[in-house]
């Protein structure tokens, strides 16, 4: 990617009031920058169109979708986006800067998070995952590198996003392999993406957070078989840590059922772990969400 990149340092300009301080990263068609924005006077993150593809009509389609999704979702827990040029040289979209580690990392680093941080976070994305529901969209990408681990977590990135009319209508499978749905595996298969989708991705990164490793193997990427790329097609989950408490254990197996009709609301997913976050004592629950 770095062949198709901007190549910004610190100090570079991105434009005549974003000033680069350092990647943070990217997708295929896109480069995220921490960057200082002279508008806002603040940090800030830039999603810049990579320059091979300032040209490339998908990419833009892309950007576009992301700035009308940022438009219509405002809630506490999902990022908002501050401005956008879709023109130009470099087409972009300014978001704010959310201080926090991501989810993945803190799990890379130190393994398994204790309830006192997991059942709060499952809560608070619970009721981003409820809003969307409410407004007819569905984000389609909800992992553990998409969540920003603060007070509240936030959820990130939404260049997937799409109403739950234009998600019915996908013939082709989009996110992020080891946490999308079955409907989101094969589109085509007779079960739309909607917002169940959403509620399996929940499930999937809640799972994780709760037992270090992922409710299914890995699949094989470039495979030809769909039960070998998506395990989650054919597998059961692997077995939560004997110590998960029973409610945890009940509404995160439910929360990956293959069948998106047996799978829970979002609010019941909340609803199921409210009591478990209650009986943790209050004294070490420091920044964290109560209920």
Not at 137 to 158: F, V
Request: aromatic share 6%; with cysteine.
């Amino acid at each position: 990617m770095r062949k198709n990149s901007w190549h910004l340092g610190e100090g570079d300009e991105i434009t005549a009031e974003l000033t680069a301080v350092r990647l943070l990263g990217g997708g295929s068609s896109y480069e995220a920058y921490l960057a200082f924005d002279e508008i806002t006077y603040a940090p800030v993150v830039v999603k810049v169109i990579r320059p091979g593809l300032v040209a490339d009509e998908s990419s833009l389609r892309g950007l576009r979708r992301e700035v009308e999704a940022l438009a219509v979702v405002n809630h506490p827990v999902v990022v908002r986006g501050l401005r956008h040029r879709l023109d130009g040289d470099r087409p972009h979209v300014v978001l704010e800067q959310i201080d926090g580690p991501r989810l993945s990392s803190l799990i890379r680093r130190h393994g398994p998070l204790q309830q006192q941080q997991y059942l709060p976070l499952a809560i608070e994305m619970a009721s981003a995952v409820h809003y969307l529901c409410h407004l007819g969209w569905t984000h389609l990408d909800i992992k553990p590198s998409n969540i920003i681990m603060g007070a509240p977590a936030r959820l990130i990135d939404l260049s997937v996003a799409r109403t739950v009319e234009a998600a019915a209508g996908l013939r082709y499978a989009i996110g992020t392999d080891a946490y999308m749905s079955p409907e989101q595996c094969d589109p085509g298969g007779g079960v739309a993406p909607g917002h169940a989708s959403d509620v399996w991705g929940l499930g999937a990164t809640v799972f994780e957070a709760v037992a270090g490793y992922r409710p299914f193997d890995d699949g094989v990427r470039d495979a030809d078989d769909r039960g070998v790329r998506y395990p989650q097609l054919v597998d059961a989950p692997r077995d939560l840590p004997d110590h998960t408490p029973d409610e945890v254990v009940k509404i995160l197996t439910a929360a990956l059922d293959k069948d998106p009709a047996g799978r829970p609301l979002p609010h019941e997913l909340a609803e199921a772990l409210e009591p478990v976050l209650e009986r943790q004592p209050r004294a070490r629950f420091s920044g964290f969400r109560t209920a």
